[in-house]
């Protein structure tokens, strides 16, 4: 299963591997692809994840999240 989230708050490097860290920490996520350009992540999960889980992980790392969906 794979999802897209859409993030604000982005400006560098350093914020893509903060993003990237935060959802690498959740059970279950097996890949993260943060793209800084296109304000957003995949991500690529091993089990079910719930949509609040991965915001909450994001928010606390200082971004806001705009929106998940499946793809």
């Given at each position: 299963m794979k999802k897209l989230?859409?993030?604000?708050?982005?400006?560098c490097m350093h914020c893509?591997?903060?993003?990237?860290?935060a959802l690498e920490e959740i059970q279950g996520v097996q890949e993260v692809v943060v793209d800084l350009q296109g304000?957003?992540?995949?991500?690529?999960l091993s089990e079910e994840v719930t949509d609040e889980v991965l915001k909450n992980a994001v928010e606390e790392?200082?971004?806001?999240?705009?929106?998940?969906?499946?793809?």
């Open positions: 989230m859409m993030i604000e708050g982005m400006s893509v591997n903060h993003v990237k860290n304000k957003n992540a995949v991500i690529q790392a200082g971004y806001e999240v705009v929106e998940i969906k499946s793809i």
